[in-house]
């Protein structure tokens, strides 16, 4: 799999997979993290995820190892390796944001999954009710201790994202972690207890000190900064002045659809959003 920038990406056909095939006699797809860094070739076919029979072909020292499914015929596996390891000789780790920024939808899908399953293997080894080795529950992306019996999925933590239109303007606002002259939507964790719709206007209200109406549902997407499932909003601007709280947000001011500043990438839900916003004003994305 080549990670490419494609403005309509197609979605591979994946199905999920707990136990892996046995007598596997086909090369198979390996999402190797170091951390939070993957491994891309970069000689011969740069960019794409490793293919091999396989792992120790690398000669990599492999922690552990999660089964994550069929992609279009081909098994997939996702590798943790300590935060040591050496890259092979045609490869190199690179941060998950330089990945997004370069692959496609599809692509940076498989690796977002990888990543998260990768990262519930890590920490959760032990149980934490009673401190118990947990072990595999078979058939299930689940961990079970058999001291106590509590059982330990996947955790996904809900976010909201959501676009503020005033008339033919939006709302754009720079966190200090962003890359130079970079602008993206007002973000932010839903809190227990809360409802989505609710969060959106808690985050507005907190971040840049102003009122919104009509929040509108967009869509979702999986997001692995960390382990997120963003909810996509729309809502229209009712009250307030422009109040960045200092902390998360650094700036934010209304932008014309003609002026707009360094955006984020294609294939995140705040670019679709920013997008579908554009293509309402007639205009080309």
């Not at 490869?91 to 498989?110: I, K, N, P, T």
């Not at 932010?188 to 000190?209: K, N, Q, T």
Request: aromatic share 10%; with cysteine; net charge negative.
């Amino acid at each position: 799999m080549t990670p490419t920038n494609r403005e309509n990406p197609i979605h591979p056909k994946f199905i999920v997979g707990i136990e892996p095939p046995a007598g596997r006699t086909k090369k198979a797809l390996w999402f190797i993290f170091r951390g939070r860094d993957i491994l891309i070739k970069t000689y011969k076919n740069p960019g794409a995820i490793p293919r091999l029979l396989d792992i120790r072909e690398l000669g990599l020292p492999v922690i552990r190892e999660q089964y994550l499914g069929v992609l279009e015929g081909t098994d997939c596996f996702s590798i943790e390796l300590p935060q040591d390891a050496k890259a092979p000789e045609g490869m190199e780790f690179v941060d998950l944001r330089q990945a997004y920024s370069e692959m496609s939808e599809g692509c940076f899908e498989l690796v977002n999954k990888a990543v998260q399953v990768m990262e519930w293997d890590r920490t959760n080894q032990f149980c934490s009710r009673c401190g118990t080795k947990t072990s595999q529950k078979p058939g299930e992306r689940g961990k079970e201790c058999p001291e106590c019996g509590e059982l330990f999925y996947p955790r996904i933590s809900p976010a909201v994202i959501v676009l503020i239109r005033k008339g033919s303007k939006i709302l754009l606002a720079r966190s200090p972690n962003f890359p130079p002259d970079m602008y993206s939507l007002i973000a932010g964790f839903v809190e227990p207890g809360e409802s989505a719709e609710a969060a959106v206007e808690r985050e507005i209200w907190e971040e840049v000190g102003i009122k919104v109406k009509n929040v509108t549902y967009f869509g979702t997407q999986a997001w692995p900064f960390p382990n997120s499932l963003m909810i996509g909003f729309t809502a229209e601007y009712d009250s307030g002045e422009i109040r960045p709280d200092g902390f998360e947000i650094e700036d934010a001011k209304w932008f014309s659809v003609n002026k707009l500043p360094v955006l984020p990438g294609k294939i995140s839900i705040s670019r679709k959003l920013i997008d579908h916003f554009l293509k309402e004003e007639g205009l080309e994305v």
